[in-house]
């Protein structure tokens, strides 16, 4: 997506009252370093202000601070060719494009997407697929990006097809934000698409319960129908998710769409997201509370991207200490027992 087009977004937010005349010369600058778009989808189905604020562009996010990151998680330094990320051992990231439906204002990959060169060429899949087919442990492929659902139906297929065909891959797991932001998309041709003999799983991206209309739910089932398993992550973002009331609808409305929560991610520490973020202590304070409210279904696995590559970690709350040979085990009330092993 090129800087002309991110300002015309940014000019279509000021015709739809999204923001002021007042906002648009600052945010034009913004547009200028970071991608705008937002989905027919939402804009028609949200009314929720704090909802909105993940899409529509702010001032703040030409604040730097001194702690964030190009690259925060470290993707280019585990990338052995163009559109593969091979952090642990037993999987790759898959990542043939840099297009979203949305740009997501705390995207950890904002840097690169929607920023131009943005789907590999021919050669370009050739290298990365050769490069699974040469990796036996590889066990699952994780189609990440961008959004791999914005690839045209044909060409996903295609690539389905070879990654299948390859006989050490068992998992095929595609990472998406699009049948939550534009569901009307979840068409015929995309789930032909996504025909495997292997394993198929989905993990969608939404982070409130307000992104999860009929339209959504429609969208979830017909993946659902095919046989696909479909999990969520979410991001833990300040002004949109960050109590344990809207974390508790999130995950509830989730699992009434028969999708397990799976990860909630401490923000990463993209540039320009400051504005966004949630202190660690907090985060562990807000996931203990939900312990209390919601059965284990509608728990997810609070974690950390350790800056510079290093990977996920889950840094819940500890409900374990220890003194010598004596453990102290906290139960879902707040009271230690005594424990001996
Ligand atoms: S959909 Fe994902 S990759 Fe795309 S902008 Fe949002 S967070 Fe980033």
């Known amino acids: ?40 989808s939402v804009l028609e189905n949200t009314s929720s202000p704090d909802v909105l604020k993940q899409y529509v562009p702010a001032i703040e996010e030409l604040d730097v601070k001194e702690d964030e990151l190009d690259d925060p998680i470290g993707d280019s330094i585990h990338s052995p060719v163009k559109g593969i990320v091979h952090r642990y051992p037993d999987r790759v990231l898959f ?11 705390f995207c950890f990959r904002r840097e690169n997407v929607g920023r131009g060169k943005e789907i590999l060429s021919n050669e370009e899949i050739d290298s990365a697929i050769q490069y699974i087919e040469k990796t036996p442990e590889i066990f699952e492929v994780i189609f990440s ?24 891959v068992q998992v095929i797991r ?57 999990l969520s992550q979410s991001v833990l973002l300040k ?59 509608c728990q997810a696995n609070y974690v950390i991207d350790v800056p510079g590559g290093f990977g996920k970690v889950p840094v819940g709350h500890n409900y374990v200490s220890q003194d010598g040979k004596e453990f102290f085990i906290e139960d879902w009330q707040g009271c230690q027992h005594k424990y001996f092993d």
């Not at 990542?95 to 204002?105: A, F, I, Q, S």
């Not at 961008?146 to 045209?152: E, I």
């Not at 909630?264 to 509370?289: I, N, Y």
Request: proline share 4%; net charge positive.
């Open 95 to 105: 990542k043939p494009l840099h297009v979203c439906e949305v740009y997501c204002r």
């Open 174 to 230: 595609f990472h998406t934000r699009l049948p939550i932001v534009s569901p009307e998309k979840v068409s015929a041709g995309l789930l032909e698409a996504l025909e495997s003999e292997k394993a198929v799983f989905i993990v969608v991206h939404c982070n409130s319960h307000e992104e999860i209309h009929d339209g959504v739910s429609l969208a979830l089932k017909k993946l659902q129908k095919e046989g696909i398993p479909i």
């Open 1 to 40: 997506m090129s800087t002309k087009n991110n300002i015309k977004n940014c000019q279509s937010l000021l015709d739809k009252d999204l923001i002021t005349s007042e906002e648009l010369t600052g945010l034009e600058k913004v547009a200028q370093k970071f991608s705008v778009s937002i989905s027919k």
């Open 145 to 168: 990006g961008g959004d791999p659902f914005v690839l045209a139906p044909e060409k996903l297929a295609k690539l389905v097809k070879r990654i299948s065909d390859i006989e050490h």
């Open 239 to 297: 002004g949109v998710n960050d109590c344990s009331e809207k974390l508790e609808q999130l995950f509830r409305t989730l699992v009434k769409n028969r999708v397990k929560p799976y990860y909630l991610h401490h923000l990463d520490k993209a540039e320009g997201t400051s504005h966004f973020r949630v202190d660690l202590t907090s985060g562990q304070e807000l996931m203990k509370e939900l312990r209390g409210k919601v059965s284990g279904l």
